[in-house]
């Protein structure tokens, strides 16, 4: 049974953690794989990882993680 758990997505918080120290696209790869949705303007890179309760996004600007947000990932609620 702890098995099953442990194989299940991550939380939002065990993503931020593991991804506290990364500053490039490459590590952020390396720390959480790739991502479940990434979105492109110009330089400007967002990815989105699916957690289990709910998802972060990574802000890449050229190579350059610049910023993270966690949210519910259910914007629909809140409109």
């Known amino acids: 049974m702890l ?3 442990a ?3 991550p939380t939002k918080e065990q993503m931020v953690e593991k991804a506290r120290s990364v500053e490039t696209r490459a590590q952020l790869e390396k720390a ?3 991502p479940d949705d990434i979105a492109k303007l110009g ?3 967002t990815w989105t990882y699916r957690a ?3 998802q972060v996004v990574f802000v890449i ?3 350059r993680v610049t910023m ?3 949210g519910s ?5 809140r409109r």
Not at 73 to 77: L, N, P, R, V
Request: hydrophobic share 35%; aromatic share 0%.
């Open 73 to 77: 990932g259910d914007a629909e609620k």
């Open 52 to 54: 289990k309760n709910g």
């Open 43 to 45: 330089p400007v890179e």
């Open 7 to 9: 194989c299940g997505p």
């Open 32 to 34: 959480l794989g790739r």
């Open 61 to 63: 600007v050229g190579d």
């Open 3 to 5: 098995l099953l758990v």
């Open 68 to 70: 993270q947000a966690a």
